[in-house]
């Protein structure tokens, strides 16, 4: 079977991304391997019978347990959820902890038959999902029930929500926030100095001397963050190229990172690391530092990221920064896909062990994260959406980046696309050691392109390795 087409995600794209964002107003807005028991009835040791009210058989008195991905959306959101859950269900205990090395941390309970109930598999450090995609929960059941408010949940969620966590026909993963990629700036700053947002590398390349000039970085980075210029670098080249460059990557194809529309890309970025552009030291820097020389320090004017920037720099932003965020460039002027395309998608995906404790709990407490209470909750603090629809106002509760995502979107239309490919088998932590040498100058363009074609050929070469095929 094959994976679904992102660029054929019409249906999804134009209402979720474009069309039906709105709670008020008339504009859109988006932000932002082991034995074991458990099955669907399965509570901490015996299940309850399963009802409209109780859709999963959690037993009375069940313990639930989470570990949570804490990353630019932070965790508390899912311990609101928790909250929720425990006061619908007094005497359970859901409980809520926060991890940034998810695949460290929790390979080794998928392996010793103990994992948690509910994952968020999120961050440089997640789990490739063709290594465990046997070993997760169907999560269909969880969209049929009724949330907290007795609406069917499927009804209550952007068209094609199943689809960024579905793999080879299987629907394992629920992503729950909808998140763009794009580059962010300070538009007073911009305005400031007479600056006009780049559409092209050419248009990056002149502004980075422009910065120069005023004693200003273009960019930074941060060593768990490197790979956010692999994120600009790709979703550029799709731009240029369109299906024929996507399809190459999704499918682990020979000499892949030698397309022209790559080596354009890395060229160009090659120059701005020559030049001075970077900000130095990001390969021993801490990714929110370093975001912190962009946001409050403005040592460098630009930064590639999905929308959740926002919310992780809330407390190291300048006042009057006025945060907006415009698409990824183009390597040319006359790319296959439009300047404005976007990369958006459903993230943050939430996966259930099959051979979990508390299978029945896991799903309970997604069930409570799709509420319009937990839904609500994670739009206002994060200013960013969910898959549940409808809980965005047309201010974007105050937040420009959140308004200038709109316009983004606007513009875009149906030019929207995704890809599975990096998280699906497990690269990225791979990347970050080529990309962390990249920007600090000690490999050049050939040597990042040969680096980045050996991750892609051993994933390739391991027969081990379940290939999920693309073929549209």
């Known amino acids: 079977m094959t994976t679904p087409n992102p660029l054929s995600r019409r249906l999804f794209l134009q209402r979720a991304a474009v069309g039906t964002l709105l709670a008020t107003g008339g504009s859109t807005l988006l932000a932002a391997c082991a034995a074991g028991g458990g099955d669907d009835k399965t509570g901490t040791s015996s299940g309850a019978d399963k009802s409209a009210d109780n859709p999963f058989g959690l037993a009375d008195k069940a313990t639930v347990e989470a570990i949570i991905f804490n990353g630019g959306y932070g965790y508390d959101y899912v311990q609101f959820a928790a909250d929720i859950a425990q006061k619908k269900w007094a005497g359970s205990a859901f409980k809520v902890a926060p991890s940034t090395q998810i695949a460290q941390q929790l390979q080794p309970r998928f392996v010793g038959g103990n994992p948690p109930d509910l994952i968020d598999n999120s961050g440089a450090n997640q789990i ?143 120059t701005m690391v020559k030049n001075g552009y970077f900000v130095p030291g990001g390969a021993g820097t801490q990714f929110t530092a370093a975001q912190a020389k962009w946001s409050n320090d403005q040592q460098a004017i630009l930064y590639p990221s999905g929308s959740w920037i926002e919310n992780e720099m809330k407390k190291a932003t300048k006042d009057g920064f006025n945060m907006k965020g415009i698409p990824e460039p183009t390597l040319t002027e006359s790319p296959k896909l439009p300047y404005e395309a976007l990369r958006s998608a459903a993230g943050e995906p939430f996966i259930i062990p099959a051979k979990g404790k508390n299978v029945a709990g896991g799903k309970e407490l997604l069930r409570a994260m799709l509420s319009k209470e937990a839904a609500t909750n994670f739009a206002k603090t994060r200013l960013a959406p969910t898959i549940v629809k409808g809980l965005v106002p047309a201010d974007g509760f105050g937040s420009t980046a959140l308004q200038s995502q709109s316009a983004m979107l606007d513009a875009a239309g149906t030019n929207i696309f995704d890809y599975q490919v990096f998280g699906l088998y497990g690269m990225n932590t791979d990347q970050l050691v080529v990309w962390n040498s990249f920007l600090s100058g000690q490999a050049d363009a050939a040597a990042l392109t040969k680096g980045l074609q050996q991750i892609t050929d051993k994933v390739r070469n391991d027969s081990s390795v379940k290939k999920i095929p693309v073929t549209k």
């Open 128 to 270: 490739g999902f063709n290594t465990i995609l046997d070993q997760l929960a169907p999560l269909d059941d969880v969209f049929e029930a009724n949330n907290y408010e007795g609406t069917k949940i499927a009804d209550t969620l952007y068209p094609g929500a199943k689809i960024p966590g579905t793999f080879d026909g299987k629907f394992v993963a629920m992503n729950y926030v909808l998140t763009l990629y794009g580059l962010w700036y300070s538009d007073s700053l911009f305005k400031e100095n007479g600056w006009e947002p780049p559409k092209t590398y050419d248009a990056l390349l002149d502004l980075g001397a422009k910065a120069k000039a005023k004693g200003k970085y273009l960019f930074v980075w941060g060593k768990e963050a490197a790979t956010y210029y692999h994120t600009m670098a790709v979703d550029g080249a799709i731009k240029e190229g369109g299906d024929e460059v996507r399809l190459a990557l999704e499918n682990l194809k020979e000499n892949c990172w030698s397309m022209p529309q790559f080596q354009g890309i890395f060229k160009a970025l090659e």
